[in-house]
Nanobody, 121 residues
Framework: QVQLVESGGGLVQAGGSLRLSCAAS????????MGWYRQAPGKQRELVAA???????NYADSVKGRFTISRDNAKNTVYLQMNSLKPEDTAVYYC???????????????WGQGTQVTVSS
């Protein structure tokens, strides 16, 4: 199985920046899609950003122009650079990785433990 370890969350004032990291380890042959989701209390989990193995990026409209997703394939790590943070960005952020354990294997989805991001006004 794949283990995802997140880091980088914390408390920041509006307008500040944070950089989230998510490192994948375990039985990994190849990694396809990697992404970040977030969930605020009483809200549904939503996609924030995703990046394919080819580098194609997709962002939620609410974060376009402020957040940047990137990946380091050598380290099996995905990052989320968050700039110009707003109070409405406050949520638990979860990373998601689709990885195959061996050549020709199915891609399985794994979730990180979640990291709290709190933006004060």
């Amino acid at each position: 199985q794949v283990q995802l370890v997140e880091s980088g969350g914390g408390l920041v004032q509006a307008g500040g920046s944070l950089r989230l990291s998510c490192a994948a380890s375990g039985s990994i042959f190849s990694v396809n899609r990697m992404g970040w989701y977030r969930q605020a209390p009483g809200k549904q989990r939503e996609l924030v950003a995703a990046i394919t193995s080819g580098g194609t990026r997709n962002y939620a409209d609410s974060v376009k122009g402020r957040f940047t997703i990137s990946r380091d394939n050598a380290k099996n790590t995905v990052y989320l650079q968050m700039n110009s943070l707003k109070p409405e960005d406050t949520a638990v952020y979860y990373c998601n990785v689709e990885a195959a354990p061996y050549s020709g294997g199915y891609y399985y989805t794994s979730w990180g433990q979640g990291t709290q991001v709190t933006v004060s006004s």
